[in-house]
């Protein structure tokens, strides 16, 4: 399979099944292009996390394929599983850090995957704690690197988890709810942040939110769910109260 050119990540029907015959996700195709910050909004359940997670094979498709720039078709392929999941960097909402160790190490566990599983257990080399060090720098957290992340705000947490990922040196971003368990005003400098971060490295980023606002204010395009199909797709310009209830339906006010 060629390479994709401008494209960076396509989905060609791609479904997903669980236990007891769930269809969490129905048949979907989509492109995800280099640079852009596209944010996926609808309801609990709609299916947001679920396309997210199959983006990365976190969740297992039952059904399509997905084509990745420069790797072809990752279905059944192992090698090209790994390459893409290494050059794919995942936010949590729950940070998913290690709280007893410092938030250098725990960027640090984004370089693991550089190296082989002996390897891993010695220390690595100094141009890995450059690489870290330079990510925590970037996200504001240089003068925290020695700090156990357990004695660090929810705020400070999920910027270690960025640093963590940008560690990785990704071509991809994805990022589920990363700002859920944060306040309004701390949502918006972590979204910021990881928008100016997304941009500067012309990442493809792919964000899955509640907040319609900091998805209207951040977004480049705007994909909305609702019982686990797409009923939206199209920019923040074309995101109206149409879309809004195609999404919602009357679950929420606007």
């Not at 015959?21 to 609990?44: D, I, M, N, W, Y």
């Not at 990363?178 to 990442?203: F, M, N, Q, W, Y």
Request: hydrophobic share 40%.
């Amino acid at each position: 399979m060629n390479s994709l050119t401008t494209d960076m990540l396509r989905l060609d029907n791609i479904g997903k099944c669980f236990a007891g015959g769930v269809q969490a996700l129905k048949p979907t195709s989509l492109t995800f292009r280099k640079g852009e910050f596209t944010v996926l909004l609808g309801p609990s359940g709609a299916g947001k996390s679920t396309l997210l997670r199959c983006l990365n094979f976190l969740n297992v498709p039952t059904s399509g394929q997905i084509l990745v720039d420069g790797l072809g078709t990752l279905n059944g392929n192992r090698r090209l599983l790994r390459t893409h999941r290494h050059q794919t960097a995942m936010i949590f909402q729950q940070h998913q850090l290690i709280g007893r160790y410092s938030a250098l190490r725990n960027v640090l566990i984004g370089r693991i995957a550089n190296y082989n599983a002996w390897r891993s257990l010695w220390p690595l080399p100094i141009k890995d704690n450059r690489i870290a060090l330079e990510c925590l720098e970037r996200v504001g957290l240089l003068n925290k690197a020695t700090e156990r992340v357990d004695n660090l705000s929810g705020g400070q947490q999920q910027r270690v988890g960025i640093a963590r990922g940008l560690a990785q040196q990704p071509k991809t971003m994805l990022a589920d709810e990363p700002v859920a368990s944060l306040d309004p005003a701390t949502s918006e400098k972590i979204l910021g942040l990881l928008h100016r971060i997304c941009k500067e490295d012309r990442l493809t980023a792919v964000i899955s939110l509640h907040q319609v606002e900091l998805a209207k204010t951040y977004a480049d395009r705007i994909i909305g769910l609702a019982d686990g199909q797409v009923v939206f797709d199209g920019t923040t310009a074309q995101f109206g109260t149409n879309a809004y209830h195609r999404i919602y339906g009357d679950k929420r006010k606007q």
